[in-house]
């Protein structure tokens, strides 16, 4: 079994949802937030989530992963220098993304898509599975952006279609298109891990000849009737004139990994060639649905 890699930073609570989600984008198998200082919580209000006024945030990576580079990718999407108090500690063997699977169970999204571990098959009749074990990246459904991104699958009519995942972390919505019904899927990622996890899982869920697997630079010309971005939002305003290029003219797309405040501004970087709709929130995440309107 490999070593693992644990990263801990201390924050304010309003930087802590990012840091989560910024470090699942990375990779990480796992993250927790806890009290970095002694700071009581009373009980949250309902749809109310409440942080510690200083965050500890605590992610799991393989021990593979190169620590300067994890550093530098915070400080750049953060655009400070907020790991100068990043503490990285090498643990010993031990399993913990069986450990974690153990909790893992089927999820249902939208009106007939299942996330399961493998052999955890649901007993619905309706039900169009995908088999997902957490390996070496992001994406099992169990964060509220792919939640987000998965329902909205599922409501759209893939028959036939091509559809676009930008930043696919482990395949899992360009696999969830697949399944059901989309004709082709393209899977774009930065992260070589990412794409040789998003390969794995195509294949474990008998898709993999209808996936096309591509780093940024090697993206193809071909466009999309169908685009979905789940990844943060700098990323999503400095891509959206590239974004806008890889779709067909009336082409429906959903971005995620987008918080509250955040939406507004992303919303504007897409305004020149799409009409958006009313985004669907979960938690503090919001999801923006938008169609392309110009060729």
């Known amino acids: 079994m490999p070593s693992w890699l644990q990263l801990s930073i201390e924050t304010d609570a309003s930087k802590a949802p990012l840091l989560e989600i910024l470090f699942e984008a990375l990779g990480a198998l796992s993250v927790t937030l806890g009290d970095a200082g002694d700071q009581p919580l009373?009980?949250?209000?309902?749809?109310?989530?409440?942080?510690?006024?200083?965050?500890?945030?605590?992610?799991?990576?393989?021990?593979?992963?190169?620590?300067?580079?994890?550093?530098?990718?915070?400080?750049?999407?953060?655009?400070?220098?907020?790991?100068?108090?990043?503490?990285?500690?090498?643990?010993?063997?031990?399993?913990?993304?069986?450990?974690?699977?153990?909790?893992?169970?089927?999820?249902?999204?939208?009106?007939?898509?299942?996330?399961?571990?493998?052999?955890?098959?649901?007993?619905?009749p309706e039900a169009v599975v995908v088999e997902l074990d957490p390996?070496?990246?992001?994406?099992?459904?169990?964060?509220?952006?792919?939640?987000?991104?998965?329902?909205?699958?599922?409501?759209?009519?893939?028959?036939?279609?091509t559809?676009?995942?930008?930043?696919?972390?482990?395949?899992?919505?360009?696999?969830?298109?697949?399944?059901?019904?989309?004709?082709?899927?393209?899977?774009?990622?930065?992260?070589?891990?990412?794409?040789?996890?998003?390969?794995?899982?195509?294949?474990?869920?008998?898709?993999?000849?209808?996936?096309?697997?591509?780093l940024p630079e090697d993206t193809p010309e071909a466009q999309a009737d169908l685009l979905i971005a789940n990844i943060l939002a700098g990323p999503l305003i400095e891509l959206a004139p590239q974004l806008g290029t890889l779709m067909k003219p009336n082409t429906p797309f959903a971005l995620s990994g987008i918080l509250q405040e955040q939406a507004?501004?992303?919303?504007?970087?897409?305004a020149s060639f799409a009409t958006m709709d009313s985004p669907q929130q979960k938690e503090e995440w919001m999801l923006l649905r938008g169609r392309k309107t110009i060729a």
């Open 42 to 124: 009373l009980e949250p209000k309902p749809g109310e989530e409440k942080l510690w006024q200083n965050t500890r945030v605590t992610a799991l990576f393989e021990g593979t992963h190169d620590t300067d580079q994890l550093r530098a990718e915070i400080n750049r999407t953060l655009k400070e220098e907020i790991t100068r108090n990043l503490q990285v500690e090498r643990l010993e063997d031990r399993a913990w993304e069986r450990a974690w699977l153990d909790q893992f169970r089927p999820m249902k999204f939208g009106r007939r898509l299942w996330v399961c571990p493998d052999g955890q098959l649901p007993d619905d």
């Open 135 to 161: 390996g070496l990246a992001f994406g099992t459904g169990t964060h509220p952006t792919t939640a987000l991104c998965l329902a909205w699958l599922d409501g759209q009519n893939l028959k036939g279609k």
């Open 163 to 214: 559809i676009i995942d930008y930043g696919c972390g482990s395949g899992i919505l360009a696999i969830a298109a697949l399944r059901l019904g989309a004709a082709a899927a393209i899977a774009i990622d930065y992260d070589p891990q990412a794409l040789q996890a998003t390969k794995d899982n195509a294949q474990k869920n008998s898709v993999a000849d209808r996936l096309s697997i591509h």
């Open 264 to 270: 507004a501004m992303v919303s504007q970087a897409y």
